[in-house]
């Protein structure tokens, strides 16, 4: 099952308490959709695959705003 969307979340890199659900590889911090869409993915033993691959840096992320 594929649960593909753009959620504007931010799932952040904190493998070791999310190992289950997201990859070595993730950027920053979580935010709250961020969160919420870990807590879902946990609950239902999905795998947030895109921070499961090593990238360049440039490739992991698309637009930030300049205040970020």
């Not at 190992?19 to 609950?43: F, P, Q, Y």
Request: proline share 0%.
């Amino acid at each position: 099952m594929f649960l593909m969307g753009d959620f504007n979340a931010s799932v952040g890199a904190d493998h070791r308490g999310w190992g289950d659900v997201i990859g070595k590889h993730g950027v920053w911090t979580a935010n709250s959709t961020g969160l919420r869409l870990l807590n879902t993915c946990s609950e239902f033993d999905f795998v947030i695959t895109s921070s499961s691959f090593q990238k360049r840096n440039q490739y992991k992320t698309t637009w930030t705003h300049l205040r970020s």
